[in-house]
T-cell receptor, first 114, second 109 residues
């Protein structure tokens, strides 16, 4: 069974640009969560999707958005990039349809903003 | 909102020494999960504890869930170099999982 796949793995952008990250969950998993990981802030929750609906959103500005498709694949978008957006963006999928259960993480997309 | 605090932030031990990381929640948790992230890797699920006072073991790792279901600990006996990484606890808040800041473990051989 394939794991969670995230693309691209690495990317470099400049301030003001926008970026789209993609996540393919484990087959059969309908819940997809996104986290931002930085050395000083740990794992910060961005949002969670289930069956194409955003069920939870973290405390990030509106520049951060996401969506989920009918095949459970998910994308997140960051517009008007700032230097502080440099981070590892982790996607995780889960079987749980109610309370958060075991998360299976992808390898992440490492974004550098110059 | 619910917060999950984890201490210590960092620990450097000699190979063979024991290691413990502690997790405290501001609210009662229905369960607590532990993850390990190797340097350069991604978090990997270790275990989930559900019952009050529960203790589970995985080889040299011992996990405990407090009686009040607000705190938890992970203890590693006789650390090895393969134990290096960051250990996170996490508690559910509805559909989202709230992570502690993690404890970075370094093992000196």
């Amino acid at each position: 069974k394939a794991g969670v796949t995230q693309t691209p793995r690495y990317l470099i952008k400049t301030r003001g640009q926008q970026v789209t990250l993609s996540c393919s969950p484990i087959s059969g998993h309908r819940s997809v969560s996104w986290y931002q990981q930085t050395p000083g802030q740990g794992l910060q929750f961005l949002f969670e999707y289930f069956s194409e609906t955003q069920r939870n959103k973290g405390n990030f500005p509106g520049r951060f958005s996401g969506r989920q498709f009918s095949n459970s694949r998910s994308e997140m978008n960051v517009s008007t990039l700032e230097l502080g957006d440099s981070a590892l963006y982790l996607c995780a999928s889960s079987l749980a349809d109610s309370e958060a259960g075991e998360l299976f993480f992808g390898e992440g997309s490492r974004l550098t903003v110059l | 909102g619910q917060q999950v605090m984890q201490i210590p932030q960092y620990q450097h031990v000699q190979e063979g020494e024991d290691f413990t990381t502690y997790c405290n929640s501001s609210t009662t948790l229905s369960n607590i999960q532990w993850y390990k992230q190797r340097p350069g890797g991604h978090p990997v699920f270790l275990i989930q504890l559900v019952k009050s006072g529960e203790v589970k073991k995985q080889k040299r790792l011992t996990f405990q869930f407090g009686e009040a279901k607000k705190n938890s600990s992970l203890h590693i006996t006789a650390t090895q170099t393969t134990d290096v990484g960051t250990y996170f606890c996490a508690g559910p808040r509805g559909n989202k999982l709230v992570f502690g800041a993690g404890t970075i473990l370094r093992v000196k051989s």
